[in-house]
């Protein structure tokens, strides 16, 4: 079992950056794939990028390419998500994810992901 808990979201101006944390508890987050997902109001939450758990294979949405790096740290049970060059359209709810499973990564799958964590709040102003 695993707890995540997200941290780095606010208010930013278009064009702007922040860098989401996601804190995991446990001994073993070195075995999870991870993800971040967003949901913007009144749309469904979507897949934004995603890392294994070696940290050397990192997946992107469409829209997250170019402006979004996600990174992990192992020693600190954390990842991150950098986002740059925000847009008014990057606002919503960010969550992380953690994926236990060992077999094909289905990383923009939401049924992929054991675990999520309780999302935080970007909002990008024009």
């Known amino acids: 079992q695993v707890q995540l808990v997200e941290s780095g979201g606010g208010l930013v101006q278009a064009g702007g950056s922040l860098r989401l944390s996601c804190a995991a508890s446990g001994r073993t987050f070195s075995t999870y794939d991870m993800g971040w997902f967003r949901q913007a109001p009144g749309k469904e939450r979507e897949f934004v990028a995603a890392i294994r758990r070696s940290g050397t294979i990192r997946y992107y949405a469409d829209s997250a390419k170019g402006r979004f790096t996600i990174s992990r740290d192992n020693a600190k049970n954390t990842v991150y998500l950098q986002m740059n060059s925000l847009k008014p359209e990057d606002t919503g709810v960010y969550y992380c994810?953690?994926?236990?499973?060992?077999?094909?990564?289905?990383?923009?799958?939401?049924?992929?992901?054991?675990?999520w964590g309780q999302g935080t709040q970007v909002t990008v102003s024009s």
């Open positions: 994810a953690a994926s236990s499973y060992t077999g094909t990564f289905y990383y923009d799958t939401q049924t992929t992901y054991d675990y």
